[in-house]
């Protein structure tokens, strides 16, 4: 798990072990500093275990393939916290603001304008914290 969280950059605007935290959607739960509770830890721990060391440490796709279906997913199921989380470890895994949207347009053609709209709000956040995009 130790490597995936260190290849993808899970939490960091960045790959380099210094960079900055990202911050999370204003209205995330994710905002909220408190302790977990111990079922949220054990949770916590084995979803980190199964998802990013049994899941992303499968070597037939590569990370930045699983990204995509990562996002593509998230979006369908209009996961936008999650979504937010996920766009960011695709940009430190080297994938583009430009492939990002194509892949948010191209799965909004199968799961919905709507759901499209949300997941490009969510994509804007996190491109302007990474300077992807300018303020307006």
Not at 71 to 85: I, V
Not at 99 to 128: K, P, S, T
């Amino acid at each position: 798990v130790s490597r995936i969280v260190r290849d993808v950059g899970i939490g960091r605007m960045g790959l380099d072990p210094d960079a900055p935290p990202f911050a999370f959607l204003k209205s995330s739960v994710w905002t909220e500093k408190a302790r977990d509770l111990d079922v949220e830890e054990d949770f916590n721990r084995i979803n980190g275990e199964y998802g990013y060391g049994e899941c992303w440490g499968r070597e037939a796709l590569g990370y930045k393939l699983r990204s995509f279906i990562t996002m593509a997913g998230l979006q369908a199921m209009a996961l936008n916290e999650q979504l937010h989380f996920h766009i960011n470890n695709a940009i430190n895994l080297g994938i583009t603001g430009e492939e990002i949207h194509e892949a948010l347009a191209h799965v909004g053609a199968y799961c919905g304008g709507a759901n499209w709209r949300n997941a490009a709000n969510v994509a804007r956040d996190i491109f302007l914290q990474r300077g992807v995009v300018e303020p307006a």
